[in-house]
């Protein structure tokens, strides 16, 4: 990890940067895979399947004994502890439920909103190196409790033509029944467009890599919606002195870890602590499996010194981090002043990894800098909101001339005329 020792403030651009694999070639590689699902349907998703996953895979759709193979298969303490999470995440979201509010907002004009189901959604679990289990529970208990008719889950097979048991068993536990073994930029084609075997749906959710960021964001061009701009993860960790370095290191490999894309930040009020989360670092990192991964993403990583605390705010601030640790002596009054990140994560014993898995919140979030202007996946997700609005005869009596003469005022007589007409019935 790079060290920068209280830099001035014309120098924030470049340490706010977040790393872009060179791929310039990503929107129009992505496009040709778009066109082809659009154009050939179940074809070219058994053909993209082959040349990206290199495996051939002639049902799309997983069947209802594939699941239940995997459902025997999976280690019981794994089932619990995937149960137990599940039920976390199901309270969280259950409380967000809105009762509709009605509003007199004249007498005799009565406005309510009301939320309503997205009736059909897609879910992207990635299933690479990585199987997401834990996203489908953070995806599809919202799309549950919020009503979704139906909800479509897409994850590549591996070398055998099977998506991970952990998928396919927190799949049927929060009830999503069809789910396709299909990934990558392809599988959010199919969830865009329709195919022979995969409906399409109004709303696409889910991370993945660069490929699939992209197919998200083309899909938007054709009237699907997606469930936040996305890109790879990240965590930014502030600390003092009373911080532990050896919990430090660990949040900063448990994000470093999930690709080589990644970055991890650490804001610093001092160098107190700053030698031993070097050496906690490269202690844990040689024990990590996804070593290489969580090497090449501390490439692009950075140690920020910034001892006056204004500063290390407005720098937090300013990064936007998608998942935001404070292991500062005053964590409530630091989160307090936080307007832009995900994810918070108050003191020593919050690690960003509960947060990830058991906690409740969800670990759905935008990264990149959005959290600027973007919240990450709850329960009104997956719904939208109607309003309404009832008028008493006294009610557009009171009324109905003020929008007269605003819609005159505006050269628009036929609202006029709707309002007229009315007014002149109840004489």
């Not at 129009?28 to 074809?43: F, I």
């Not at 309270?91 to 005799?108: D, L, N, S, W």
């Not at 990149?368 to 202007?373: F, I, L, S």
């Not at 990450?376 to 109905?400: C, H, N, P, W």
Request: a negative charge; proline letters at 5%; charged letters at 20%.
């Amino acid at each position: 990890m790079k060290i920068f020792d209280n830099p001035g403030r014309d120098g924030w651009g470049e340490l706010l940067e977040r790393p872009q694999l060179a791929l310039e070639f990503l929107d129009g590689a992505v496009r040709n895979v778009l066109n082809r699902v659009k154009k050939s349907g179940d074809s070219a998703l058994r053909e993209l399947t082959l040349q990206f996953d290199k495996v051939t895979v002639e049902n799309l759709q997983v069947t209802e004994a594939e699941i239940q193979r995997a459902t025997d298969s999976l280690d019981e303490s794994l089932k619990t502890a995937i149960r137990t999470a599940a039920a976390n995440i199901e309270k969280f979201h259950a409380a967000q439920r809105r009762e509709p509010v009605m509003v007199e907002t004249t007498p005799g004009v009565i406005c309510w909103r009301k939320a309503v189901a997205i009736d059909k959604v897609g879910i992207y679990i990635p299933g690479g190196s990585a199987p997401l289990f834990s996203t489908v529970l953070m995806l599809g208990l919202p799309a549950k409790l919020a009503g979704c008719r139906e909800v479509v889950l897409c994850s590549p097979p591996d070398k055998s033509g099977q998506i991970n048991p952990a998928i396919l068993f927190a799949a049927q536990l929060v009830g999503v029944k069809k789910v396709f073994k299909v990934g990558g930029a392809q599988a959010i084609a199919a969830m865009a467009y329709g195919t022979e075997t995969i409906p399409n749906v109004y709303k696409i959710f889910g991370p993945g890599n660069q490929y699939v960021t992209k197919a998200k964001q083309l899909a938007v061009e054709e009237g699907v919606a997606i469930d936040m701009p996305a890109g790879p993860s990240e965590v930014l960790v502030m600390a003092d002195e009373s911080a532990n370095p050896t919990f430090i290191a660990a949040d900063l490999l448990s994000q470093a870890e999930h690709g080589e894309d990644s970055q991890v930040i650490l804001v610093l009020n001092n160098t107190t602590h700053l030698e031993a989360i070097q050496q906690e670092i490269q202690k844990q990192l040689n024990a990590l499996p996804r070593k290489a991964i969580a090497e090449k993403a501390l490439l692009h990583s950075r140690v920020v010194i910034l001892p006056n605390e204004q500063d290390a705010l407005d720098f937090v601030n300013a990064y936007a981090p998608e998942h935001l640790i404070i292991n500062m002596n005053n964590p409530e009054d630091i989160a307090g002043k936080i307007v832009n990140a995900g994810s918070v994560f108050l003191g020593n014993y919050s690690p960003e990894a509960i947060g990830d898995y058991a906690s409740g919140t969800n670990h759905t979030l935008p990264t990149n800098g959005h959290a600027k202007a973007f919240a990450g996946v709850a329960l009104e997700s997956f719904m939208k909101y109607i309003t309404y609005q009832q008028l008493t005869k006294d009610g557009l009596r009171k009324l109905g001339p003020v929008v007269e003469k605003m819609a005159e005022a505006e050269q628009l007589m036929g609202h006029s005329m709707a309002i007229r007409v009315r007014l002149d019935a109840l004489q």
